[in-house]
């Protein structure tokens, strides 16, 4: 088991930046793919980001590619989300999730959340 816990989350400016982490605790923790995905109100969740358990790989959506950046520390078993050049539409709850698999990334664990908003 996984237990995955956010934070960073806040109110920021079109244009600005913010990063988000995500902890991770549990015996298997660190061989685990992690990312994050997003949901805004009235709409799907919605994937982000994900890495590789070791860092070597890592994928994009299309709205977030060239401004967002996923990282991961193993020693503190911590994925980061850097986001840049933000827009009201990035505005959601953004989710951390760990998998298996960092090609089928779908989620097997999640966090509890974080509220990122974009003000116009």
């Known amino acids: 088991q996984v237990q995955l816990v956010e934070s960073g989350g806040g109110l920021v400016q079109a244009g600005g930046s913010l990063s988000l982490s995500c902890l991770a605790s549990g015996r298997t923790a660190s061989s685990y793919a992690m990312g994050w995905f997003r949901q805004a109100p009235g709409k799907e969740r919605e994937f982000v980001a994900a890495?590789?358990?070791?860092?070597?790989?890592?994928y994009y959506s299309v709205p977030v590619k060239g401004r967002f950046t996923i990282s991961r520390d193993n020693a503190k078993i911590t994925v980061y989300l850097h986001m840049n050049s933000l827009k009201p539409e990035d505005t959601a709850v953004y989710y951390c999730?760990?998998?298996?698999?960092?090609?089928?990334?779908?989620?097997?664990?999640w966090g509890q959340g974080t509220q990122v908003t974009v003000s116009s």
């Open positions: 999730a760990a998998d298996r698999s960092v090609v089928r990334f779908a989620g097997a664990h």
């Open positions: 890495i590789s358990w070791n860092g070597v790989s890592t």
